[in-house]
């Protein structure tokens, strides 16, 4: 089934040719069950230096201990607040704020932060907003955009996937986010899988990302054809951290730890 999955991957990235798509900066950190410090600074893992993208996806794994009660509490605002203060302060260039967070239930708990159009907003057209978050115990996603791309921004949707504890609990697995700009559908999938170089733990990694693939599903919307699956999209990108091992799929990557 894996190999079927990276065949029909490779045949979709093959006939996706949109140069007028503009790829977001993504980047991923696996931050250990450490809560960041009041003092951290984010310029360097979003590049701020050099040119500003239009978008930003950044994933993280273990933003909270893997213990048993926050296996079972599946979000801690807290947490995902903090980071995104720091994320606002560093595209932003202000001192962090955590600005108050409005929950939108659509299928499924997830952070939806509303959109406004370019005539309804007074803020600087090149300041960055928050389009949408998702947490799922220790996995967390995040999608920030120039306010001026907002009103292009529509179809938000989440779906996640639990591999972890029994093959279901969200300790291991992904949050994918789906969203549509202009006309373009964009999916980014962060996921962390379980390492292990004993035999037959490979297998088992191979088993979840064909888990991840097969079970991720967008809720449909009203009077439109929309994506629902993973390779369905136009753009599919996997944000993960570099500096652990990986199992490289053609347009997804698997972080495991």
């Not at 599946?74 to 600005?99: G, M, Q």
């Not at 693939?213 to 390779?231: M, S």
Request: charge should be negative; hydrophobic fraction near 35%; proline fraction near 4%.
């Amino acid at each position: 089934m894996v190999a079927e999955l990276i065949m029909e991957a490779s045949n979709i990235l093959r006939k996706r040719v949109n140069d007028d798509t503009s790829i977001p900066h993504s980047g991923s950190w696996n931050v250990g069950g450490i809560r960041p410090p009041d003092n951290l600074n984010l310029d360097k893992l979003l590049n701020t230096e050099d040119t500003m993208a239009d978008i930003y996806v950044l994933g993280f794994q273990e933003i909270v201990p893997l213990n048993a009660g926050n296996i079972l509490a599946t979000e801690n605002s807290d947490v995902s607040v903090k980071w995104n203060s720091f994320i606002k302060a560093a595209l932003n260039k202000r001192t962090p704020a955590e600005d108050t967070l409005q929950k939108t239930e659509i299928g499924e708990s997830q952070r939806i932060y509303p959109l406004k159009t370019q005539s309804s907003t007074k803020s600087n057209a090149t300041d960055y907003k928050c389009i949408i978050s998702k947490q799922m115990v220790g996995i967390y996603i995040t999608i920030w955009a120039r306010t001026e791309l907002h009103q292009y921004i529509s179809n938000l949707g989440v779906s996640c996937v639990g591999c972890g504890i029994l093959g279901r609990l969200g300790n291991k697995g992904s949050v994918s986010i789906r969203f549509c700009l202009h006309e373009t559908s964009f999916c980014f999938v962060c996921s962390h899988l379980a390492s292990g170089g004993k035999e037959g733990d490979e297998r088992h990694r191979n088993a979840d990302a064909a888990h991840i693939l097969a079970r991720t599903l967008f809720l449909p919307e009203p009077l439109q054809h929309l994506p629902r699956k993973i390779l369905d999209h136009e753009y599919v990108d996997q944000i993960h951290h570099s500096d652990h091992i990986v199992i490289m799929l053609p347009v997804i990557l698997w972080e495991m730890n």
